[in-house]
């Protein structure tokens, strides 16, 4: 049996009435933005730094008197190109193996490599490697400029901003005159290069976009292509370049995986196309053909990484004319030489920035020409060499001048054509490798001021915490004088910031540094009048901040941040033994039974958070993958479905057995959990079924009606779970209470008769008792909180459904251990603390890891069948961020479980929010020295070799989950003080 419920604390001091607390409460709300704003810049600071970006040069390339040079041979080209682009085309869909294994995707797609072997003059087939990151717009990018891709790139992949720089689209244009391109398929094109929606040719239209965003959709974008395609074709006079982007491959492995039939249907539909467009070239001699991948997907479907199933794309090239030195198929080439492969082709400059060199195939041409190898060559060197000169990050490399001034001096002096090649692509390679490393040069300036931002920010969290006594005092008092003392210090830094920063060139991210470390000096000397607290530091809260430092040193090595969720799951399972052994020391019986309870509850759901997980390719083979129906999937399986089904019956029950431990399932309770969240998971888990039985081949018939019914549903549940409990909440403040009447007559007539005068005195002639009176602040916010994890629930795959049900679950029983511990006084730090490591490892048990192919971007068309701002984002938010969002919001309630008010006393409502920023600020110590140690560990580890495919996401994780936590935080915080004044209303 648990504890009595807490009371508020009493004050005799009279205070003012509804609007003070109004008051009190909205100024105590503001601690946790203040603390935000700080962390929020602190982040900024050290991503500038740390997520490189490459700086763009606007010149434009133009041919140069090296083209009119006698001896500059350079191959025949083509008046026209098709250029076909099947997105996630890997390596090995378009190569041909004897023995497929039962690999669906062998063998399907087979004319590049019958071609390549038959006519290998003709036709060629490369291994196409891309460079990380692996997503489109990084690939479109670098397949028509020639240049490199940044980390910090990956992040406009659905935001894609217009080219700038040079590329053979922009040369097309300038240097053909009218620059004819047709263009079908993904629209991603036209974010990219505005200028291909203006394609007509005598009036005729020659842009035909799709949007491509959606990832479920396997069909309408091939098929709105190939249907242009054809037409286009028979008008080769009308255009010089015909761009056709199909995305059906790419959508049939982010849905289903690669290893599967609707990946072959996919291959044999593109398998039609190629045989159709060889055969509509293949009696003209002016026409090339270049198949591509723009990257290629992991064994599950995913890219955006650099495993080698990501990076290796499929190229092929072709024409009915002879043109090609015979390639081996293995062959690779960089994705950037396919930009002045192409220059040359089509008889157009190499863009300027280009750092690609030509491929030697197609330069040798049919009778291994080396003197067109070495032309081809010393034009792309003196492109290259030109485009360093204008570029200031590469002064004072002289080795490569030495490399580029010995090719050129062999081109002056021999006419050994082949050594002169192979030293013109010697400087190309070396000049690529230099950029390389130059674009993984730090800003170490912006990180180490992100970093002693990130440092004095925890300082003032942990002085704030300490000195402020919660159980006390309200921190409205102490805002009222510390808002001027902050504000005159932001103002120094402000000037101080702006001042250091013209004078070193850096105004933005100097001033951003002054204004923080300002305001933070600022508040620090207006603690000073802050009261100490008095009794020593508990043993729970130097716990708590010892499971910060024991997750956040997990960054320091790349394998514990691979294996994070079981590192996670053995600190939690930690926890749970302690609270254990702490609940065996309980003097009641029978509290300490329930404690003990719970204690192994907790152990039992720390070890259930661990099993559902999809494996990072670093885990492999140690890991198998159980999130979706196969490890080459992202279908949910039937058997998670079920389970999501029993989950929405036995969840609510979960709910309404504690809240009767409070006597607190009364009033709106049976209503909104016993029926509305029933019904909403319910719902939930028939979208999810929809769902499995339209990915199912046998159902294809029945798609669009199943399409139908499924938005109807999910429509249903988002404006529920999202707009209309939320709002229900806000405009009734539902209490779980009920009250009884009694009616005494009878018993104060009974003692008269009795005699017993006294016993009739003291009677009312009618008694009230309110039911779940103990536990009314905890059962109000705890109606919000649910219905936010319904949101959460709804944009979650199936089993990351089940997993939050069971993270609620944990927080229940960890409140449960809070109050019979007596944890919520003696030290607020802890349950914020262990509720903030469950959100991580959660976010985990959701089927997401710290990679950028984990993002379940599929979600984004849970409630539209387009991009329909803002539902994508919600869902897209939601999804990844859910975990750490309902950290957040689970704050209050480590103050408010088991709370009762005190009726008509202002100053306990006033000390109540007191306790509430204090225990976010124990929050915010949790996100804030998380964030400060992976900083720590990131800028240690910059140089590692692991740092952009395990070190960076990581960073990327923590940023985006404590924006998330924070943020949470502030919402809560507000939303606390919104159930204080609905409270106090009530019973003030």
Request: proline share 5%; charged share 15%.
């Given at each position: 049996?648990?504890?009595?419920?807490?009371?508020?604390?009493?004050?005799?001091?009279?205070?003012?009435?509804?609007?003070?607390?109004?008051?009190?409460?909205?100024?105590?709300a503001?601690?946790?933005?203040?603390?935000?704003?700080?962390?929020?810049?602190?982040l900024?600071?050290?991503?500038?730094?740390?997520?490189?970006?490459?700086?763009?040069?606007?010149?434009?390339?133009?041919?140069?008197?090296?083209?009119?040079?006698?001896?500059?041979?350079?191959p025949r080209?083509?008046?026209?190109?098709?250029?076909?682009?099947?997105?996630a085309?890997?390596?090995?869909?378009?190569?041909?193996?004897?023995?497929?294994?039962?690999?669906?995707?062998?063998?399907?797609l087979?004319?590049?490599?019958?071609?390549?072997?038959?006519?290998?003059e003709?036709?060629?087939?490369?291994?196409?490697?891309a460079?990380?990151?692996?997503?489109?717009?990084?690939?479109?990018?670098?397949?028509?400029?020639?240049s490199?891709?940044?980390?910090?790139?990956?992040?406009?992949?659905?935001?894609?901003?217009?080219?700038?720089?040079?590329?053979?689209?922009?040369?097309?244009?300038?240097?053909?005159g009218?620059?004819?391109?047709?263009?079908?398929?993904?629209?991603?094109?036209?974010s990219?290069?505005?200028?291909?929606?203006?394609?007509?040719?005598?009036?005729?239209?020659?842009?035909?976009?799709?949007?491509?965003f959606?990832?479920?959709?396997?069909?309408?974008?091939?098929?709105?292509?190939?249907?242009?395609?054809?037409?286009?074709?028979?008008?080769?006079?009308?255009w010089?370049?015909?761009?056709?982007?199909?995305?059906?491959?790419?959508?049939?492995?982010?849905?289903?995986?690669?290893?599967?039939?609707?990946?072959?249907?996919?291959?044999?539909?593109?398998?039609?196309?190629?045989?159709?467009?060889?055969?509509?070239?293949?009696?003209?001699?002016?026409?090339?053909?270049v198949?591509?991948?723009?990257?290629?997907?992991?064994?599950?479907?995913d890219?955006?990484?650099?495993?080698?199933?990501?990076?290796?794309?499929?190229?092929?090239?072709?024409?009915?004319?002879?043109?090609?030195?015979?390639?081996?198929?293995?062959?690779?080439?960089?994705?950037i030489?396919?930009?002045?492969?192409?220059?040359?082709?089509?008889?157009?400059?190499?863009?300027?920035?280009?750092?690609?060199?030509?491929?030697?195939?197609?330069?040798?041409?049919?009778?291994?020409?080396f003197?067109?190898?070495?032309?081809?060559?010393?034009?792309?060197?003196?492109?290259?060499?030109?485009?360093?000169?204008?570029?200031?990050?590469?002064?004072?490399?002289?080795?490569?001048?030495?490399?580029?001034?010995?090719?050129?001096?062999?081109?002056?002096?021999?006419k050994?054509?082949?050594?002169?090649?192979?030293?013109?692509?010697?400087?190309?390679?070396?000049?690529?490798?230099?950029?390389?490393?130059m674009?993984?040069?730090?800003?170490?300036?912006?990180?180490?001021?992100?970093?002693?931002?990130?440092?004095?920010?925890?300082?003032?969290?942990?002085?704030?915490?300490?000195?402020?006594?919660?159980?006390?005092?309200?921190?409205?008092?102490?805002?009222?004088?510390?808002?001027?003392?902050?504000?005159?210090?932001?103002?120094?830094?402000?000037?101080?910031?702006?001042?250091?920063?013209?004078?070193?060139?850096?105004?933005?991210?100097?001033s951003?540094?002054?204004?923080?470390?300002?305001?933070?000096?600022?508040?620090?000397?207006?603690?000073?009048?802050?009261?100490?607290?008095?009794?020593?530091?508990?043993?729970?809260?130097?716990?708590?901040?010892?499971?910060?430092?024991?997750?956040?040193?997990?960054?320091?090595?790349?394998?514990?941040?691979?294996?994070e969720?079981?590192?996670?799951?053995?600190?939690?399972?930690?926890?749970?033994?302690?609270?254990?052994?702490?609940?065996?020391?309980?003097?009641?019986?029978?509290?300490?039974?329930?404690?003990?309870?719970?204690?192994?509850?907790?152990?039992?759901?720390?070890?259930?958070?661990?099993?559902?997980?999809?494996?990072?390719?670093e885990?492999?083979?140690?890991?198998?993958?159980?999130?979706?129906?196969?490890?080459?999937?992202?279908?949910?399986?039937?058997p998670?479905?079920?389970v999501?089904?029993?989950?929405?019956?036995?969840?609510?029950?979960?709910?309404r057995?504690?809240?009767?431990?409070?006597?607190?399932?009364?009033?709106?309770?049976?209503?909104?959990?016993?029926?509305?969240?029933?019904?909403?998971?319910?719902?939930?888990?028939?979208?999810?079924?929809?769902?499995?039985?339209?990915?199912?081949?046998?159902?294809?018939?029945?798609?669009?009606?199943?399409?139908?019914?499924?938005y109807?549903?999910?429509?249903?549940?988002?404006?529920?779970?999202?707009?209309?409990?939320?709002?229900?909440?806000?405009?009734?403040?539902?209490?779980?209470?009920?009250?009884?009447?009694?009616?005494?007559?009878?018993?104060?007539?009974?003692?008269?008769?009795?005699?017993?005068?006294?016993?009739?005195?003291?009677?009312?002639?009618?008694?009230?008792?309110?039911?779940?009176?103990?536990?009314?602040?905890?059962?109000?916010?705890?109606?919000?909180?649910?219905?936010?994890?319904?949101?959460?629930?709804?944009?979650?795959?199936?089993?990351?459904?089940?997993?939050?049900?069971?993270?609620?679950?944990?927080?229940?029983?960890?409140?449960?251990?809070?109050?019979?511990?007596?944890l919520?006084?003696?030290?607020?730090?802890?349950?914020?603390?262990?509720?903030?490591?469950?959100?991580t490892?959660?976010?985990?048990?959701?089927?997401?890891?710290?990679?950028?192919?984990?993002?379940?971007?599929?979600?984004?068309?849970?409630?539209?069948?387009?991009i329909?701002?803002?539902?994508?984002?919600?869902?897209?938010?939601?999804?990844?961020?859910?975990?750490?969002?309902?950290?957040?919001?689970?704050?209050?309630?480590?103050?408010?479980?088991?709370?009762?008010?005190?009726?008509?006393?202002?100053?306990?409502?006033?000390?109540?929010?007191?306790?509430?920023?204090?225990a976010?600020?124990?929050?915010m110590?949790?996100?804030?020295?998380?964030?400060?140690?992976?900083?720590?560990?990131?800028?240690?580890?910059?140089?590692?070799?692991?740092?952009?495919?395990?070190?960076?996401?990581?960073?990327?994780?923590?940023?985006?989950?404590?924006?998330?936590?924070?943020?949470?935080?502030?919402?809560?915080?507000?939303?606390?003080?919104?159930?204080?004044?609905?409270v106090?209303?009530?019973?003030?």
């Open positions: 049996m648990p504890r009595s419920p807490r009371t508020a604390p009493t004050s005799s001091v009279p205070r003012a009435g509804q609007s003070q607390l109004k008051y009190s409460t909205r100024i105590s503001l601690v946790p933005i203040w603390f935000l704003t700080l962390q929020l810049l602190a900024v600071l050290f991503a500038l730094g740390f997520l490189l970006s490459r700086p763009v040069l606007p010149d434009i390339a133009v041919k140069s008197t090296t083209y009119s040079d006698p001896d500059v041979v350079l080209g083509f008046n026209r190109v098709v250029v076909i682009l099947i997105d085309l890997r390596h090995d869909f378009i190569t041909s193996s004897d023995n497929n294994n039962g690999a669906y995707y062998l063998n399907a087979t004319t590049p490599s019958l071609l390549s072997v038959a006519e290998p003709h036709a060629a087939v490369f291994k196409f490697i460079d990380p990151p692996t997503t489109t717009l990084q690939r479109l990018k670098a397949l028509t400029t020639g490199l891709p940044t980390f910090i790139d990956a992040g406009s992949n659905f935001n894609g901003a217009e080219v700038t720089e040079d590329s053979w689209i922009q040369q097309v244009h300038s240097s053909r009218h620059g004819r391109i047709a263009f079908a398929g993904d629209d991603t094109w036209l990219l290069f505005p200028s291909l929606s203006q394609g007509t040719y005598e009036g005729m239209n020659l842009t035909f976009p799709y949007e491509s959606n990832v479920w959709d396997l069909h309408t974008v091939d098929a709105g292509v190939t249907s242009h395609l054809w037409p286009l074709l028979q008008r080769r006079d009308d010089d370049i015909l761009i056709a982007h199909y995305l059906g491959v790419d959508h049939a492995g982010h849905r289903f995986g690669p290893n599967t039939p609707q990946m072959k249907e996919k291959l044999l539909e593109m398998e039609a196309v190629l045989k159709s467009v060889v055969n509509a070239i293949k009696d003209d001699d002016e026409t090339l053909l198949v591509l991948g723009d990257h290629g997907m992991d064994e599950k479907g890219h955006g990484g650099d495993s080698k199933g990501e990076v290796e794309a499929g190229l092929f090239l072709y024409s009915s004319r002879p043109f090609l030195a015979p390639a081996d198929q293995a062959e690779t080439v960089n994705q030489d396919l930009v002045p492969t192409l220059s040359f082709l089509l008889d157009l400059p190499v863009p300027f920035n280009n750092l690609g060199s030509p491929i030697a195939s197609a330069m040798l041409g049919t009778d291994y020409d003197q067109k190898l070495a032309s081809a060559s010393r034009i792309v060197a003196e492109q290259i060499h030109q485009y360093r000169s204008h570029h200031p990050s590469f002064e004072g490399m002289a080795e490569l001048t030495e490399v580029y001034g010995a090719a050129s001096e062999a081109w002056n002096m021999s050994d054509y082949e050594s002169i090649s192979k030293l013109y692509l010697a400087y190309q390679e070396q000049n690529l490798k230099s950029c390389r490393e674009w993984a040069r730090f800003d170490v300036p912006s990180m180490v001021a992100g970093t002693v931002i990130f440092v004095a920010t925890l300082g003032t969290l942990l002085v704030f915490y300490f000195t402020f006594d919660g159980e006390v005092e309200c921190p409205s008092d102490h805002l009222n004088f510390l808002a001027p003392k902050v504000g005159y210090g932001g103002l120094v830094g402000l000037v101080t910031g702006a001042g250091l920063g013209f004078l070193q060139s850096r105004l933005l991210i100097v951003v540094f002054g204004v923080g470390m300002g305001s933070i000096i600022g508040f620090c000397q207006g603690m000073r009048r802050l009261p100490r607290i008095k009794s020593a530091v508990s043993k729970w809260t130097v716990l708590a901040l010892l499971s910060i430092v024991l997750h956040g040193i997990l960054f320091a090595s790349n394998s514990y941040v691979v294996w969720a079981r590192s996670l799951s053995f600190l939690l399972v930690s926890f749970g033994f302690i609270f254990l052994a702490a609940s065996f020391r309980l003097p009641d019986a029978k509290t300490r039974a329930t404690a003990v309870l719970h204690a192994i509850m907790f152990i039992i759901q720390s070890r259930l958070a661990e099993y559902p997980r999809i494996c990072r390719e885990q492999l083979p140690f890991c198998t993958s159980n999130f979706y129906a196969s490890t080459a999937s992202s279908v949910s399986s039937l998670a479905i079920l999501l089904f029993g989950t929405a019956f036995a969840f609510p029950a979960i709910i057995s504690f809240l009767r431990t409070s006597a607190s399932y009364e009033g709106s309770a049976p209503l909104w959990i016993g029926i509305g969240l029933r019904a909403v998971l319910v719902l939930v888990a028939l979208y999810w079924t929809l769902d499995y039985v339209e990915a199912n081949p046998n159902a294809q018939t029945y798609v669009e009606v199943l399409k139908i019914y499924k109807i549903v999910s429509r249903v549940l988002f404006g529920v779970t999202v707009i209309g409990a939320p709002l229900a909440w806000f405009r009734g403040f539902p209490l779980c209470l009920r009250v009884e009447m009694t009616n005494n007559q009878q018993k104060i007539k009974q003692a008269v008769q009795n005699g017993d005068v006294d016993t009739a005195s003291k009677t009312a002639p009618v008694s009230v008792e309110v039911i779940g009176f103990g536990n009314t602040y905890g059962s109000l916010y705890l109606l919000l909180f649910v219905s936010i994890f319904a949101a959460v629930a709804l944009c979650m795959k199936p089993v990351g459904g089940i997993a939050m049900a069971v993270m609620v679950y944990q927080v229940m029983t960890l409140l449960e251990l809070g109050d019979a511990l007596e919520f006084t003696t030290s607020p730090i802890l349950t914020p603390t262990v509720i903030g490591l469950m959100a490892q959660y976010y985990f048990a959701t089927g997401h890891q710290a990679t950028l192919a984990s993002i379940q971007w599929d979600v984004a068309f849970l409630f539209t069948e387009s329909r701002p803002p539902l994508t984002h919600i869902a897209l938010i939601l999804n990844t961020l859910g975990p750490f969002i309902l950290a957040g919001l689970a704050v209050p309630l480590t103050v408010f479980y088991k709370l009762s008010p005190s009726p008509r006393d202002l100053r306990a409502s006033e000390v109540i929010m007191g306790r509430v920023v204090r976010a600020t124990g929050a110590i949790y996100a804030g020295g998380l964030i400060l140690l992976n900083c720590i560990m990131t800028f240690v580890l910059r140089r590692h070799l692991m740092v952009w495919k395990i070190f960076a996401p990581r960073f990327m994780l923590a940023g985006a989950s404590v924006i998330a936590i924070d943020g949470a935080i502030v919402a809560s915080t507000f939303l606390a003080s919104k159930a204080i004044e609905g106090f209303e009530v019973f003030g």
